[in-house]
């Protein structure tokens, strides 16, 4: 069965730096990888998707990469502030791969910006 | 346009009572979900559904989880009778079409003590 592995349960990072957050599955690669950001008590919001024949996606301090050779997604926030900590959840996006759509979700990793 | 509402919010009850949850998904979302949270875990996928058709239920405990969608919208979750491991966060999802790159809104969920 695919599995995810988000490397860092936790990542603390000082305010102004760049945060990378790492996701990598196992088996066959998705159709499109989806990430999330997690709220303590809140469900997750949708943040960006980005399809396995791209490269790179980008949304305002946010860039996400996706190496199917590899394996693996990084998520990066640039210039970080305090306001982005929160734990933030990598998804498979399972579609065409045998399944129906499925979103197939890792731990996460909580991250922790300080002033 | 208003989110994916669930109900109740929290909910305790003794191990072996039985329990029910509620999702009304966003309206004209095709595809509810439903997932299982237990803490510090990612969220894990029990069901989903495409309109009232179930796609997938490979990981719901089908001796005590069942779970409908009637007429397409408003879906119900019980679990009779409940284990301490239940406690858990208890989140509804739903997209346009279900996947194929299309992102999932959740509820805030329903957090379950079994105690």
């Known amino acids: 069965s695919q599995k995810i592995e988000q490397n860092s349960e936790a990542l603390n990072i000082q305010e102004g730096k760049t945060a990378t957050l790492t996701c990598n599955y196992t088996?066959?690669?998705?159709?499109?990888l989806q990430w999330y950001r997690q709220d303590p008590g809140r469900g997750p919001v949708f943040l960006l998707l980005?399809?396995?024949?791209?490269k790179e996606k980008r949304k305002e301090r946010l860039k996400v990469t996706f190496d199917t050779t590899l394996k693996q997604s990084l998520f990066h926030i640039t210039a970080s502030q305090p306001a982005d900590s929160a734990t933030y959840l990598c998804?498979?996006?399972?579609?065409?791969?045998?399944?129906?759509?499925?979103?197939?979700f890792g731990k996460g990793t909580k991250l922790s910006v300080k002033p | 346009e208003a989110g994916v509402a669930q109900s109740p919010r929290y909910k305790i009850i003794e191990k072996r009572q039985s329990v029910a949850f509620w999702c009304n998904p966003i309206?004209?979302?095709?595809?509810l979900y439903w997932y299982q949270q237990i803490l510090g875990q990612g969220p894990k996928l029990l069901i989903q559904?495409?309109?009232?058709?179930?796609?997938?239920d490979s990981q719901l405990p089908k001796d005590r989880f069942s779970a409908e969608r009637l007429k397409g919208v408003d879906s119900t979750l019980k679990i009779q009778p409940a284990k301490l491991e239940d406690s858990a966060v208890y989140l509804c999802?739903?997209?346009?079409?279900?996947?194929?790159?299309?992102?999932?809104?959740f509820g805030q969920g329903t957090r379950l003590t079994v105690v």
């Open positions: 998804a498979l996006d399972m579609s065409g791969r045998g399944s129906q759509g499925n979103l197939i």
């Open positions: 980005i399809r396995e024949n791209e």
């Open positions: 999802a739903s997209s346009i079409t279900g996947g194929a790159g299309t992102e999932a809104f």
């Open positions: 309206s004209g979302h095709a595809t």
């Open positions: 088996n066959y690669s998705p159709a499109y």
């Open positions: 559904f495409q309109n009232n058709g179930v796609v997938d």
